[in-house]
């Protein structure tokens, strides 16, 4: 696992009514700061990546659909520097992933249907300065190839 990320398995608590599951508490180990929440969404197959930040620590969870979601730890100070670490969350595994500042992520929606994703950042969107690096999805500066792996 790449230095600080932090893969929490969710509970679900379902019961006549419907179901539960808490994402983000203030009392989590995990909880820095509040910034803001929001909603994103993802089309079957599509590719939203790559990016990090400098400050900011994202908290994300799919809801619906399903992510191949992907880190790569591009901070040179860090034990786990040039290491990828790939996740797939979402309605079938729920999971809140911690992703600290300088580790660039991304992920496809790997569902027949699109993905509902969550992230509680740390940090509130600059929108004059965004906190956020970028590079194309397929950039060979991270050792990543999206292909489903078959077989």
Same mark, same amino acid.
């Given at each position: 696992?790449?230095? +600080? ?10 019961? $006549?009514? &419907?179901?539960?599951? %808490? ?11 509040? +910034?803001?929440?929001?909603? @994103?969404?993802?089309?079957? /197959?599509?590719? #939203? !990546?790559?990016?990090? *930040? *400098? ?9 619906? /659909? ?13 034990? @786990?520097? +040039? %290491?990828?670490? =790939?996740?797939?969350? +979402? %309605?079938?595994?729920? @999971? ?5 500042? /300088?580790?660039?992520? &991304?992920? #496809?929606?790997?569902? @027949?249907? %699109? ?7 740390? =940090?509130?969107?600059?929108? !004059?300065?965004?906190? $956020? ?6 950039? !060979? =500066? ?5 292909? !489903?792996?078959? &077989?």
């Amino acid at each position: 696992m790449i230095n +600080g990320v932090i893969v929490q398995p969710l509970r679900v608590i379902p019961d $006549e009514r &419907g179901r539960v599951m %808490e994402i983000l508490r203030r009392d989590d180990p995990v909880f820095h700061q509040f +910034g803001q929440c929001y909603l @994103t969404t993802t089309y079957p /197959g599509v590719v #939203k !990546a790559w990016h990090c *930040h *400098h400050l900011q620590t994202d908290q994300i969870c799919a809801v619906k /659909g399903m992510l191949k979601l992907v880190m790569y730890d591009a901070r040179p100070d860090s034990p @786990t520097h +040039g %290491e990828v670490h =790939e996740l797939f969350i +979402g %309605e079938h595994q729920p @999971t809140r992933v911690t992703i600290p500042p /300088g580790v660039f992520h &991304g992920w #496809k929606c790997i569902s @027949t249907k %699109e993905a509902l994703v969550i992230n509680c950042p740390s =940090e509130l969107y600059n929108y !004059a300065q965004p906190d $956020e690096h970028r590079l194309p999805w397929n950039s !060979a =500066e991270v050792p990543y190839d999206w292909a !489903a792996k078959m &077989g």
